[in-house]
């Protein structure tokens, strides 16, 4: 028989989801609609403008996405003159990304943006609220938790 003490819109994970689907719509809207991309395109984006040259695997396990997801969006960034690919000098199987001067100015007016959306979203908390939310964050998203 069910828990009839449990509510749906008080589990973490449920939370967790309608928060982030609710304050990344606008932010989405703007690297979709001015540049034309997918999230997992912008976070290969992000982590080439915030790092410099990468490979694909070294985004992956920054990013902690699937090397599927980041080939796909390797794949249109370079479409659009984003990034480029170099093959590697030690390796040949290995590419080393790198972005454009065109992915260079996209990178850092979603970045301007990103700052600002960061500051909109938490303007109505305290820095110690903003603080200790962020750090929470970040732990939960180490995987602190298990199921079972």
Same mark, same amino acid.
């Given at each position: 028989?069910?828990?009839?003490?449990?509510?749906?819109?008080?589990?973490?994970?449920?939370?967790?989801?309608?928060?982030?689907?609710?304050?990344?719509?606008?932010?989405? =809207?703007? /690297?979709?609609?001015?540049?034309?991309?997918?999230?997992?395109?912008?976070?290969?984006?992000?982590?080439? %403008?915030? /790092?410099?040259?990468?490979?694909?695997?070294?985004? %992956?396990?920054? !990013?902690?996405?699937?090397?599927?997801?980041?080939?796909?969006?390797?794949?249109?960034?370079?479409?659009?003159?984003?990034?480029? @690919?170099?093959?590697?000098?030690?390796?040949?199987?290995?590419?080393?990304?790198?972005?454009?001067?065109? %992915? =260079?100015?996209? /990178?850092?007016?979603? /970045?301007?943006? !990103?700052?600002?959306?960061?500051?909109?979203? +938490? !303007?109505?908390? +305290?820095? !110690?609220? =903003?603080?200790?939310?962020? @750090?929470?964050?970040?732990?939960?998203?180490?995987?602190?938790?298990?199921?079972?």
């Amino acid at each position: 028989m069910p828990d009839q003490n449990f509510e749906l819109t008080h589990f973490l994970p449920y939370l967790l989801n309608q928060a982030a689907e609710a304050s990344s719509l606008a932010f989405q =809207r703007t /690297y979709k609609d001015r540049y034309g991309m997918l999230r997992t395109e912008w976070r290969v984006l992000f982590h080439l %403008g915030l /790092y410099g040259e990468m490979t694909a695997s070294d985004i %992956g396990q920054r !990013a902690n996405m699937h090397k599927t997801k980041i080939s796909r969006a390797v794949q249109k960034l370079t479409e659009r003159r984003f990034v480029t @690919r170099l093959r590697g000098d030690q390796d040949r199987r290995t590419e080393m990304l790198s972005l454009t001067t065109q %992915g =260079r100015a996209a /990178y850092e007016h979603l /970045y301007e943006v !990103a700052k600002a959306y960061d500051a909109r979203l +938490t !303007a109505d908390l +305290t820095a !110690a609220e =903003r603080e200790t939310l962020k @750090r929470l964050l970040v732990k939960l998203a180490a995987g602190q938790g298990s199921v079972g």
